[in-house]
């Protein structure tokens, strides 16, 4: 079962907007040495809004010829279930062991219309599926009773990411119901990575340039909880600054295009671009809390 550190995979794209799989390949070599439990494509951290499906095919063959057996999960959906399980079924084929799914957003669903919606792609696909929750991106609430009743309904529903704030009710309340028959994840950068182990989350699925600070916290917490706590409170600073909206993508890159693994640190529109402001503030931050991307350690 997926647990752990599962970063969200940074696309890296040349100073023409063109993918760079050089790039690509050095930041995904740099996660290997780290050691991570498994590695997200397409997602929000990776632009995944903004590739066409002739990159993301791509860029998924490029990842997995350097991965081996590493899990690789694969942001899939769509407006309607018709077109989710086309695209769940796609990445299933290029190899994806689980489809993260986030509910359809275009026409705001109901509870009912949310359940038929999973309920469609599970009769349909024969990939573990992960729910993602993210109410703030895609402006859709789930119910804790209607996760329930889907993750007890269709096994083929493995895991939730849980990332409607305050996160740490929701988990509870999905961990009294549901036990360890579902894997949760906890997102939005780790900024909650602390309170979500203590209420059970199996694994946490942020950004990709600091899976050392991820995987210090992670280890500690089998150890020393305070220590943990320790680690995630130093670290606070640096996760909050990676979650911004809008710029979130930016800061990312731009950490990786400073470490000389990404040759830049391009973002496509919507996102932004940073200002020399918040390049300065972030600098700020990397030279007080050392990251191994950087040259540094926890």
Sequence with gaps: ??????????????????????????????????????????????????????????????????????PLVAAAGGASSAVAIEEINRVHRWGAQVAMVNPPSVVKPGPEE?????RDICQACEIDIMIQDAPLMTGVNIPVSTLVRLCQDFPAIRYIKVEQPPTTLKITALKQALGDSVGLFGGLNAGFLFEELCRGVTGTMPACEFPDVINAILAAWQQDRQEAQALFYRYLPFLRYGVQPGIGVAIHKTVLHQAGIFASDYVREPAKSLDDATRRELKEITDYLPLAVLGGRP
């Design 1 to 70: 079962m997926l647990k752990g550190n599962v970063p969200i995979l940074a696309t890296a794209f040349d100073e023409q907007g063109q993918l760079d799989l050089a790039s690509i390949e050095r930041l995904v070599k740099f996660l290997l040495q780290q050691g991570i439990d498994g590695l997200a494509l397409f997602g929000n951290a990776s632009e995944g809004y903004a590739l066409t499906q002739d990159e993301k095919q791509t860029l998924f063959y490029c990842v997995k010829r350097l991965v081996g057996d590493l």
């Design 114 to 118: 949310i359940y038929h919606f999973w």
